[in-house]
């Protein structure tokens, strides 16, 4: 094998989620909210607004550093996309709520035309 390898044999550059599919919505309240029960009362709230009759797919809490689904990002440490965001696209999130610029993160399905 040669020292010299084309670009095609390379490996790829992990690339950011593709959310082109998913509204956002991002919340920046003040004074800022206390913990996760707090944020997720605001998330679904925005929810209901934007969505109506919706389910929550999957979440992460920084502060507590914990996903829902759990360990979905283990399989995602080499990737740019954390395990909870690959789980609410590829399972039709179309909201997704940032609530202090990544602090709390939920990511919804509609559940009217299912």
Same mark, same amino acid.
């Given at each position: 094998?040669? !020292?010299?390898? %084309? %670009?095609?044999?390379?490996?790829?550059?992990?690339?950011?989620?593709?959310?082109?599919?998913?509204?956002? %919505?991002?919340?920046?309240? @003040?004074?800022?909210?206390?913990?996760?029960?707090?944020?997720?009362?605001?998330?679904?709230?925005?929810?209901?607004?934007?969505?109506?009759?919706?389910?929550?797919?999957?979440?992460?809490?920084? !502060?507590?550093?914990?996903?829902?689904?759990?360990? @979905?990002?283990?399989?995602?440490?080499?990737?740019?996309?954390?395990?909870?965001?690959?789980?609410?696209?590829?399972?039709?999130?179309?909201?997704?709520? !940032?609530?202090?610029?990544?602090?709390?993160?939920?990511?919804?399905?509609?559940?009217?035309?299912?």
């Amino acid at each position: 094998m040669s !020292d010299e390898q %084309s %670009s095609d044999d390379a490996c790829p550059i992990p690339q950011p989620a593709d959310l082109s599919n998913i509204e956002r %919505s991002a919340l920046d309240p @003040s004074p800022p909210l206390a913990d996760y029960r707090a944020a997720m009362v605001l998330a679904n709230r925005e929810a209901d607004r934007c969505l109506g009759e919706h389910m929550l797919l999957s979440w992460y809490d920084r !502060d507590r550093d914990f996903e829902s689904p759990q360990h @979905s990002s283990e399989c995602h440490q080499e990737s740019a996309t954390p395990g909870y965001v690959d789980y609410g696209i590829h399972h039709g999130a179309r909201l997704m709520v !940032d609530i202090h610029g990544g602090r709390f993160v939920f990511f919804y399905l509609p559940l009217r035309g299912l």
